[in-house]
C-alpha cells in the first residue's frame, strides 16, 4: 500500500465521519442535549493488514520445481479481523490530551490449495496476538457538529504473539481419500512477547446520544523490540508469523496498518 493510498483511505474515513456526525447533529438539535464528554469506553471492529513485503504474504506451501498443477491462495493477505476494546482518559483542564488503554485480539488466516493430476493439497495457518496497548492522544481540531473532533497520536504495543498453526491435509483428488503420509497438523514455533508501537490519526464525535463513534487509521509495527536476530542458530524462531523456519534467517519487522470503527456508551 502506497503513501497515496494511505491518504486517500484515511481522507475517506475522515469523510465518512464526518458524513455520519453530520447527521447525529440534526438528531441533537432536535433533542436539545448536548454533552462535551469524552465517553470512556469503547469497543468495535478493526481490519488490520500486513504491510510491505514481508514473509508472511507469500505462499504457505512452496511447490517444487517439479511441480505442475495450479496453486491458489496464500499466507495472510487483504484485511484480518481484529476485536479491539479502549478505555479513554482525558488530562487535564483544557481537555486536548487523551490518554488511551486497551486492547487488540488480532486473527490472522491464510489459505492456500495446491492442486495436481491426482492429489489436492490443502493448506491453512493460523495466528492469534493479542496487543496490551497505551497510548496518547491529541485533540487538535474541534468541529462544528455533534461535538466531533480529529485527533491524532501514538500508542506502544505489548503484543503476546501465538505460535503459528500450520495444518496441510492431501487427499486422493479420484476417491478423495485422505493421505495421511503427506499431511501435516502441527504448531513448529512457540508463542513469543514482542514490543511495537504505532502513529494513529482519525474522527470521534456523537452518534445519537449516549452513544459516540470513532473512525480510526494506524500505521505501525508488532516487533519493533524483542525480535529473534539470530541467522544461522539452529533453534531460531525465524520470522514471526511464518509457519516454520525454513530458508528463514532472522525475524524481521512486521509493519502493520489498521482501519477502526469503534462504538463508545456513556453508561
Known amino acids: 500500500m502506497t503513501l497515496n493510498n494511505i491518504l486517500r483511505y484515511y481522507i475517506l474515513i475522515v469523510g465518512l465521519g464526518i458524513g455520519i456526525l453530520g447527521q447525529a447533529q440534526d438528531v441533537l438539535a432536535q433533542s436539545g442535549r448536548r454533552t462535551n464528554e469524552l465517553t470512556p469506553y469503547e469497543i468495535g471492529y478493526t481490519a488490520t493488514f500486513l504491510m510491505g513485503n514481508n514473509a508472511a504474504k507469500g505462499l504457505i506451501v512452496v511447490p517444487d520445481e517439479n511441480h505442475v498443477g495450479n ?21 487535564g483542564s483544557s481537555r486536548k490530551l487523551i490518554i488511551p488503554l486497551g486492547v487488540d485480539v488480532m486473527f490472522f488466516r491464510g489459505l492456500q490449495r495446491l492442486e495436481t493430476s491426482t492429489d489436492l493439497g490443502r493448506a491453512s495457518v493460523d495466528i492469534n496476538i493479542t496487543s496490551i496497548v497505551a497510548g496518547l492522544q491529541y485533540r487538535f481540531v474541534d468541529l462544528p457538529l455533534s461535538d466531533a473532533f480529529l485527533y491524532g497520536g ?32 502441527s504448531t513448529l514455533k512457540e508463542s513469543v512477547f514482542r514490543f511495537g508501537g504505532a502513529a494513529r490519526v482519525g474522527v470521534q464525535g456523537i ?53 477502526s470503527l469503534m462504538l463508545q456508551y456513556r453508561f
Open 71 to 91: 496453486v491458489t491462495g496464500s499466507n495472510i493477505v487483504g484485511g484480518q479481523s481484529t476485536i479491539s476494546a479502549r478505555m479513554n482518559f482525558e488530562v
Open 207 to 259: 452518534l445519537s446520544d449516549p452513544l459516540r463513534i470513532n473512525i480510526s487509521y494506524a500505521y505501525g509495527a508488532i516487533n519493533l523490540i524483542g525480535r529473534d536476530l539470530r541467522a544461522t542458530a539452529k533453534d531460531r524462531r525465524g520470522e514471526l508469523l511464518t509457519p516454520s523456519t525454513l530458508n528463514e534467517t532472522s525475524e524481521s519487522v512486521v509493519f502493520f496498518s489498521q482501519f
Open 154 to 185: 501514538v500508542e506502544a504495543r505489548g503484543s503476546f504473539c501465538g505460535g503459528p498453526h500450520f495444518v496441510y491435509a492431501v487427499e486422493d483428488k479420484i476417491t478423495h481419500q485422505p493421505l495421511p503420509e503427506y499431511s501435516l497438523d
